[in-house]
C-alpha cells in the first residue's frame, strides 16, 4: 500500500511567490516525517524532519495529523530552491521506511 | 572522501547474471540502508544493517541480499538479474537507528540489458 503520497509531479513558481509542496501520508500510529531535497548534480539530502520543528532555508513543515499531511511551505520561493523534493515516513513501531514519489520544484525567474 | 561512498558508479550486464555493489559509510555511522530508484517504483527502501546486523527489511526481493561486514562496509548482492532491476541504487549511512538523519551516497546505476 502506498504510504506516502506526493499528488505534484511538477510544479513550476515564480520567484517570489509562495510555494505549497503537499504530502500525505497513511499510517494510523505516530509517524516520523522528513523532507529530502535533492538539487541539480548534488546528493539526497535531509532538509528538515518534523519532530525539529525548525525552520530550514525557509522552508517549514506542519505535521497535521487529523488530516494525516506534512505539507513543505516557502513564503518565497528562491531560484536556488529548484530542486526534486521527497516526502518520506518512518513509522514508530515498524522498521520501514517509505519515500514519497518525489515533487520536482521549478521556481522561474 | 568523509561521505557515503558508493562503488561502482556504472555497472552493465546481462539478464541472469549477478552483481555487487558497494557502499561505504560514512565514518562513525552503525547503520547502512540501501535503496532502489526506478522510473515506475520511485525510491524503494530494500534494506538497513546496523553495526553488522540487519534491522529493517523493505520490498527487497529474495534475489537481492546484502550483508554489513566487521568494518562496517556494506554490500548488495544482485542474483538472477531480470530488465527490471536496471535502476539507480541508492547507499545511506546514519548514525543510529531508522529515525536519524541519512547521508546518501551518488548511486550506482545499473544497467541490464
Known amino acids: 500500500a502506498q504510504r506516502v503520497t506526493q499528488p505534484e509531479k511538477l510544479l513550476s513558481v515564480f520567484k517570489g511567490a509562495p510555494v505549497e509542496l503537499k504530502c500525505n501520508y497513511s499510517y494510523s500510529g505516530s509517524p516520523e516525517l522528513f523532507w529530502y531535497v535533492q538539487y541539480s548534480r548534488q546528493r539526497l539530502q535531509l532538509l528538515l524532519r518534523h519532530i525539529s520543528r525548525e525552520s530550514i532555508k525557509g522552508f517549514t513543515a506542519d505535521l497535521n495529523k487529523g488530516e494525516t499531511s506534512f505539507h513543505l511551505k516557502k513564503p518565497f520561493a528562491q531560484e536556488e530552491d529548484s530542486a526534486m523534493y521527497y516526502c518520506a515516513l518512518n513509522p514508530y513501531n515498524f522498521n520501514k521506511f517509505y519515500f514519497g514519489s518525489g515533487t520536482k520544484l521549478n521556481v522561474k525567474p | 572522501d568523509s561521505g557515503v561512498t558508493q562503488t561502482p558508479k556504472h555497472l552493465i550486464t546481462a539478464t541472469g547474471q549477478r552483481v555487487t555493489l558497494r557502499c561505504s559509510p560514512r565514518?562513525?555511522?552503525?547503520?547502512v540502508y540501501w535503496y532502489q530508484q526506478s522510473l515506475d517504483q520511485g525510491l524503494q527502501f530494500l534494506i538497513q544493517y546496523y553495526n553488522g546486523e540487519e534491522r529493517a527489511k523493505g520490498n527487497i526481493l529474495e534475489r537481492f541480499s546484502a550483508q554489513q561486514f566487521p568494518d562496517l562496509h556494506s554490500e548488495l548482492n544482485l542474483s538472477s538479474l531480470e530488465l527490471g532491476d536496471s535502476a539507480l541504487y541508492f547507499c545511506?549511512?546514519?548514525?543510529?537507528?531508522?529515525?536519524?538523519?541519512?547521508?546518501f551516497g551518488p548511486g550506482t546505476r545499473l544497467t541490464v540489458l
Open positions: 565514518s562513525g555511522d552503525l547503520s
Open positions: 545511506a549511512s546514519s548514525v543510529g537507528g531508522i529515525g536519524d538523519e541519512q547521508f
